[in-house]
């Protein structure tokens, strides 16, 4: 399914592809509250191959990424940082990658963010067009992966009126009360995503969550 519409600046992505990934201060916790034990993360082998260059892991930090809190695509539902844990992805050229996890209180709350989160993916050109209507997005929808409690997968290519492009792959997946999102990005255009390995490595991610 392809969806193009005319849409505003993707201010997440411009920073993933422009000048790269930067880690968040952890949040803070009061020294007599119990730290949740963070799901499983991918690692940097885990992410597609990038041709030129390896990729290089942050350390998994708890709280909100401050790149997460205003990417118009995933900042409403992951912005607010509770129960929740980010780990940064970079190349030596223009591609990165995140990951980030949060863990529910319930299996109905877990089903509801994923519900929530895959809405806004799908909603985000539209969010977009009002910010910015000199880029045109096209959002496709990979489809769904046989993993654990399920997974998603789309695509989103933005080009501004001046030629600049950019190429996103986004999916979200649940393991029982957890949720998580992998988001990809590079300059280009949807020949320049790698669907395959990065389905591969949504299926991972689910697998790790445990």
């Known amino acids: 399914m392809t969806k193009r519409i005319r849409a505003g600046t993707l201010t997440g992505l411009t920073a993933l ?4 990934l930067t880690l968040g201060a952890a949040l803070a916790a ?5 730290v949740p034990r963070p799901p499983g993360f ?3 082998a885990d992410l597609p191959p990038q041709p030129g260059s390896s990729w290089t892991a942050g350390r998994v930090t708890a709280g909100a990424s401050p790149d997460v809190e205003a990417d118009r695509c995933l900042g409403m539902a992951l912005g607010d940082g509770r129960d929740s ?7 030596d050229l223009d591609t990165g990658a995140r990951q980030v996890s949060v863990e529910l209180p319930g299996v109905g709350a877990a089903k509801g963010r994923f519900s929530r989160i895959d809405q806004d993916i799908r909603s985000c050109p539209a969010w977009i067009e009002q910010a910015d209507p000199e880029v045109e997005a096209t959002l496709r929808d990979y489809g769904k992966l046989n993993v ?3 997974a998603h997968v789309y ?3 933005t080009e501004t009126s001046w030629g600049a492009t950019d190429i996103r792959l986004l999916s979200v997946g649940r393991d029982g009360t957890r949720v ?7 300059l280009g255009d949807f020949g320049d995503a790698p669907l395959k390995a990065f389905k591969k490595t949504t299926v991972t ?6």
Do not use: I, M
């Open 17 to 20: 592809t422009a000048a790269g």
């Open 30 to 34: 009061p020294a007599d509250a119990a």
């Open 42 to 44: 991918l690692s940097a």
């Open 85 to 91: 844990w980010y780990r940064d992805f970079r190349t």
């Open 148 to 150: 654990e409690e399920g």
């Open 155 to 157: 695509g989103l290519h």
């Open 180 to 186: 998580t999102v992998v988001d990809w990005g590079r």
């Open 205 to 210: 991610a689910v697998d790790k969550l445990h």
